[in-house]
């Protein structure tokens, strides 16, 4: 790849998306979406230069916050529900022209609704790209999920015969024939689009001859509503896939694992209380958490309880549950008992896992083997966690632990 040709990434993230309010800045997997662009913009070796197009402030500031810039605030009428990408990369593009006399070769689309990016596909792209002179773009595409060979339209409405979408030369029938004869076809994801500036400035987002950059199905992702940002979350979580990450790149779980610490307010708790005149607190739990405790000791696996709480409330919980409990810890000393303990129980930390949610818990995630957060820890936490769970602090966190962590025992996965 030539070294001397000005690469920049160009990622738009309005404010008004309407499906999922405030999406680019919404956490997805630990990280506002929007970062997981940026980051495979900086990772690339090939990029220069990564702007964030935006017509909001605060998806600026959080663009700024992960290695991006925002030069300029893009204008409300480019920011429509209705807005095309062409106008967007061409204000874009003549703004940087106008006011910095920058003049990029090539532009990378990294749209944030497809954030999980296999390692080394912004360099991919762009190499395709200078390597076919004759190339106006490159687009990642992936096999159709659906053969458009065995599609209709109905021209008449539901009142009269249908008419196939496309034929195929050689087959009177492509609708009847078997999905193995039939010309592949692939489906464009938003993962990346690598495109000559004189292309956009032309007036097009991709020119006549676009070349194809071939993505793994396991990564076609697209954002859309609610539904989409779970299961997805989940391929992030469950799917083993080599992936960009914003920050550290996750662990997977430990191999051997003989320990697991939790924290109590905000993990075996919903991080409420209750105080009533006298200044008695109480708390809520799940006896969910308890199930399967038996079994983790029964295969070698011990649950302890640390927590800077002094309330007697978590001995009394950690008893009911059948724990050890350690709390009343100072705040500040969490990562040294946390050490205190790992070497009274002779365990390696490599073979801890820990639980948590508040910023106190980052000198423990600093310490095990594999560091876990509650969905609803502080934004820190997630960002710093190997996994993040599906289950809320007081809602059986816990529990989804020991059920991975069996689960993978039963694959055979995780000596026992």
């Given amino acids: 790849m030539d070294s001397m040709v000005e690469v920049l990434a160009l990622i738009p993230a309005r404010g008004g998306s309407k499906g999922i309010p405030r999406k680019n800045i919404r956490r997805f997997a630990g990280y506002p979406l929007i970062a997981w662009s940026i980051a495979a913009a900086r990772q690339a070796d090939c990029v220069r230069r990564v702007i964030v197009?935006?017509?909001?402030?605060?998806?600026?500031?959080?663009?700024?916050?992960?290695?991006?810039?925002?030069?300029?605030?893009?204008?409300?009428?480019?920011?429509?529900?209705?807005?095309?990408?062409?106008?967007?990369?061409?204000?874009?593009?003549?703004?940087l022209a106008e006011h910095e006399g920058y003049w990029p070769e090539v532009v990378v689309q990294l749209r944030p609704t497809s954030p999980i990016r296999p390692p080394g596909l912004v360099d991919r792209a762009v190499e395709i790209l200078l390597a076919h002179p004759d190339a106006d773009s490159v687009r990642g595409v992936v096999p159709a999920g659906q053969n458009p060979y065995k599609m209709w339209r109905l021209p008449h409405g539901e009142e009269g015969p249908m008419t196939p979408l496309l034929q195929v030369d050689g087959i009177d029938e492509p609708y009847n024939a078997p999905r193995q004869i039939l010309p592949p076809v692939y489906w464009q994801t938003g993962h990346i689009d690598a495109i000559r500036s004189q292309t956009i400035l032309g007036g097009s987002m991709?020119?006549?001859?676009?070349?194809?950059?071939?993505?793994?199905?396991?990564?076609?992702?697209?954002?859309?509503?609610?539904?989409?940002?779970?299961?997805?979350?989940?391929?992030?979580?469950?799917?083993?896939?080599?992936?960009v990450w914003p920050g550290r790149p996750r662990r997977p779980m430990p191999k051997t694992i003989r320990l697991i610490v939790s924290d109590f307010d905000g993990v075996i708790t919903d991080n409420l209380v209750w105080t009533d005149e006298t200044g008695r607190e109480t708390v809520a739990a799940t006896r969910s958490d308890s199930m399967r405790l038996r079994e983790l000791r029964a295969r070698g696996v011990e649950v302890v309880i640390l927590s800077s709480e002094p309330n007697p409330v978590v001995r009394a919980?950690?008893?009911?549950?059948?724990?050890?409990?350690?709390?009343?810890?100072?705040?500040?000393?969490?990562?040294?008992?946390?050490?205190?303990?790992?070497?009274?129980k002779k365990v390696d930390p490599a073979q801890l896992i820990y639980i948590g949610n508040d910023v106190n818990d980052l000198p423990c995630f600093e310490i095990a083997g594999w560091a876990v957060a509650v969905p609803d820890a502080y934004p820190e936490v997630l960002e710093a966690a190997d996994y993040v769970l599906s289950r809320p602090g007081g809602r059986g966190a816990l529990r989804e632990v020991c059920d991975l962590v069996l689960a993978r025992m039963a694959e055979g996965s995780i000596p026992v």
């Fill in 317 to 344: 919980r950690a008893e009911k549950m059948g724990v050890e409990a350690i709390h009343g810890i100072d705040i500040q000393e969490k990562g040294q008992a946390l050490k205190q303990l790992l070497a009274r």
């Fill in 206 to 243: 991709s020119g006549k001859r676009i070349y194809p950059l071939l993505i793994d199905p396991r990564y076609t992702v697209d954002i859309d509503t609610l539904q989409d940002w779970a299961r997805y979350e989940h391929l992030v979580r469950s799917a083993g896939l080599e992936m």
């Fill in 53 to 95: 197009s935006t017509d909001d402030e605060e998806i600026a500031e959080v663009a700024r916050r992960f290695g991006a810039e925002t030069p300029f605030l893009r204008p409300a009428e480019f920011a429509q529900d209705t807005t095309p990408d062409l106008p967007v990369f061409q204000h874009a593009l003549t703004w």
